[in-house]
């Protein structure tokens, strides 16, 4: 399961560029982009915590 979920996000990472990205957060409203921003930040505090409880 958490290589798929490792392949899943290798895979979006790939495909999506970042400017595709900030270009779809302004055309969305900046409410979105702040959103979108406090996701991916819980996100990545999450996938952090979850390797520091494996060791």
């Not at 895979?11 to 959103?35: R, Y």
């Amino acid at each position: 399961m958490k290589k798929l979920t490792l392949l899943m996000l290798a895979f979006a990472v790939a495909t999506l560029s970042g400017c595709e990205v900030i270009g779809g957060i302004f055309k969305a409203g900046a409410a979105v982009g702040i959103i979108s921003v406090i996701v991916v930040v819980l996100v990545i505090i999450w996938i952090i915590s979850a390797f520091r409880g494996r060791s």
